[in-house]
Structures are given as C-alpha cells and as structure tokens.
C-alpha cells in the first residue's frame, strides 16, 4: 500500500513539473506559435513587421483626397466653385479638382502646369501658395497665407506623382539620360511596389513612325521599393519621337504591396496603361 501511494505521488509531481514548463516559453517560437518538431526548416527568429500606423485624422495627408477636404474647401471654395470660378479652377469636388488640376495648364502662366506630377517647384499651385514672386499675388488671395507644414504636405503631395488618396499608385518620370546609344530612365512611384510584378515583358518603347522597338537589353535595377531605373541598351538614340510604356493590361500588370494596381492613366481608377514622351 505505501508503494502504491508512493508511486502515485510521484507521477503527481511529474505531471505538476510537465505544466510549470508548459508556460515558460519552450516549444514555441519567437511569435508564440508552437514548434513543428517534424520540419526540416530551423524556426524564424524574425518577429512579424509592424503593421503601418494609420494617419491622424485632422493631419493634412499627401494626398489629394486629404487637401481637398481639409485645405481646399475650407480655405479655396469661397472663390473657387462653380461655373464662374476665377479662370475656371472649380475645385467644388474631389474628381472636379482632380480634372482641373493634374496636368493642366495655368490659365495666368501657360509655360506652367498647375499640378505636375513629380515636379513641385515647376506646379504653379505650389508656386502660388508658397508666395513665390513669378506666380503673382500670393493664394490665399487676401487671407493668412497656408502655414509652412500644410505648404510643405502638397509640396510632397506633387513630388510623390500627386497621387489621388492613400491607397493611390502612380508613377512619374524623374530623369532621363542617354549615354552614347544607350538610355537611363528613373521613375518614382507613390506607394512601395511589389518588384516582381514589373518584368521586361512588360516595358515597351515605340516611335511615332518606326512602332515598337526592340533594344538589345532592358536592364531593370529597383533603388528601393518606391525608385525604379530602367536602362536600354542598343542603337536607340536615332528614333525622333519616343515613348515609354509600361502596364498594359494585356501584357502586364504592376501592383503595389498594397494590392492596388497601378493607376497608369490617372483617371483615379486601378489600372490604365502608363505613356511617357521622351523627348530629343
């Protein structure tokens, strides 16, 4: 009999020393997740990535989503809305001003665009809200002028490719350079890019006269996930007119790591083939 309680309070003592450990962190990886005993791969040591922290909600973003609700309405709309807003920059909604901003040519000042993308100190928007003298009087006209952060929010704004709100990928062309019969081009996208949806198959170069043209090499090197260089060699520097294309959808389609698509066109909509003139 005092073997038989023996025995049974030593497998007592056992089970209450098997369920001290169970707690203390072994058998489970870095994550807290348990250890596949049968796995040939040594467990991560990496923890999982913080997820991005969303914006603060009174914070003007870089955006245009976010200046126009929170700097264009409040401070522009009282002049600038409706059919007879000063030389016809309505900006009563988001797609209103999208249309009437991006790419378009300054009413005062037509050597200017308004807003072009990847290019804020040649914007005259930017121009006129950061009192630059050859934009004239500066905008707010007759009010305290945007304060130096919400100035420096659209600057970045239009230097990122002015996209449309956050989730918005689009691309600009930084430089173009040619080195003998070779071409450099660097681009900027807005938001940091899958690397592996962009493949050679998917970059095109075409002349007005000759159509598609093929180079000996397109060398594709990614400076980080939002930089991208593209790098043509062979006899391409002879061709008058040339243009860049990227993201057709019937032969590619490039993607962020967010999963938006890239909104080549910029009609604000996932999508759209991305053209850029080259000029000689």
């Known amino acids: 009999m005092k073997r ?6 030593g497998f007592t003592l056992v089970f209450l020393l098997q369920a001290c450990n169970a707690g203390d962190g072994q058998g489970l990886d870095t994550n807290g997740q348990p250890i ?3 796995s040939t791969e040594p467990p991560s040591t990496e923890p999982e990535p913080e997820p991005e922290p969303e914006p603060e909600d009174d914070a003007v973003q870089a955006n245009l989503a976010s200046i126009h609700e929170k700097v264009l309405v409040p401070r522009c709309t009282q002049c600038h809305a409706g059919a007879n807003a000063p030389l016809g920059l309505a900006m009563d909604d988001l797609d ?3 249309t009437n901003l991006i790419n378009v040519d300054s009413a005062t000042n037509p ?3 308004r807003v072009l993308p990847g290019d804020a100190e040649n914007s005259f928007l930017y121009l006129k809200i950061s009192g630059a003298p050859i934009a004239g009087n500066q905008m ?3 009010e305290a002028p945007l304060d130096a952060t919400t100035q420096e929010t659209i600057k970045q704004w239009i230097n990122n490719g002015a996209p449309i709100d956050r989730t918005d990928v689009v691309a ?3 430089s173009v350079s040619q080195s003998g019969k070779n071409l450099s081009v660097d ?10 949806t962009l493949t050679t198959d998917g970059i095109h170069l075409s002349d007005n006269n000759a159509g598609e043209i093929t180079p000996d090499l397109i060398v594709i090197k990614w400076k980080n996930a939002n930089e991208l260089n593209l790098a043509f060699e062979g006899d391409i520097t002879g061709y008058p007119s040339l243009q860049l294309r990227l993201n057709e959808n019937a032969r590619s389609s490039i993607f962020a790591r967010n999963g938006t698509w890239l909104d080549g066109d910029r009609n604000g909509v996932e999508g759209g083939e991305f053209v850029y003139e080259i000029s000689k």
Do not use: C, H, W, Y
């Open 4 to 9: 038989f309680i023996f025995m049974a309070i």
């Open 36 to 38: 596949d005993l049968n």
């Open 96 to 98: 209103t001003t999208r």
């Open 111 to 113: 050597t200017f665009k």
């Open 140 to 142: 707010p006209l007759g």
């Open 172 to 174: 600009v062309v930084k």
């Open 187 to 196: 681009l900027v996208f807005s938001q940091m890019m899958d690397e592996s």
